[in-house]
Nanobody
Framework: QVQLVESGGGLAQAGGSLRLSCAASGGTFSSYAMGWFRQAPEKEREFVAGINWRSGSSTNYADSAKGRFTISRDNVKNTLYLQMNSLKPEDTAVYYC?????????????????WGQGTQVTVSS
């Protein structure tokens, strides 16, 4: 059974940074692409960033994340990361990590079959 557990969320000021982690257990972590999504109150869950399998040589970012967020993976530690810099109040949301059904990055939620419970990120102005 695959389990994904996020951590690292919290309260940050605008312009600050946070680093999210997602610890994976069960399954073969390196064999699948991984992604970060977020969901703000009364909004749909949206893609933030994704990384392909194995070496993670290919990444993809939502326009809102480009230049500010960096996704990475450590296949030895079975952990996915999201470094978030220059945070804005509009980044406030619950952040979820997810395992893709495939080896390549997809921006749609339907392409992911395992999800973590989420971690709250709140950015104050």
């Amino acid at each position: 059974q695959v389990q994904l557990v996020e951590s690292g969320g919290g309260l940050a000021q605008a312009g600050g940074s946070l680093r999210l982690s997602c610890a994976a257990s069960g399954g073969t972590f390196s064999s699948y692409a991984m992604g970060w999504f977020r969901q703000a109150p009364e909004k749909e869950r949206e893609f933030v960033a994704g990384i392909n399998w194995r070496s993670g040589s290919s990444t993809n970012y939502a326009d809102s994340a480009k230049g500010r967020f960096t996704i990475s993976r450590d296949n030895v530690k079975n952990t996915l990361y999201l470094q978030m810099n220059s945070l804005k109040p509009e980044d406030t949301a619950v952040y979820y990590c997810a395992r893709a059904r495939f080896t390549w990055v997809d921006t749609h939620t339907r392409a992911y079959d395992y999800w973590g419970q989420g971690t709250q990120v709140t950015v104050s102005s």
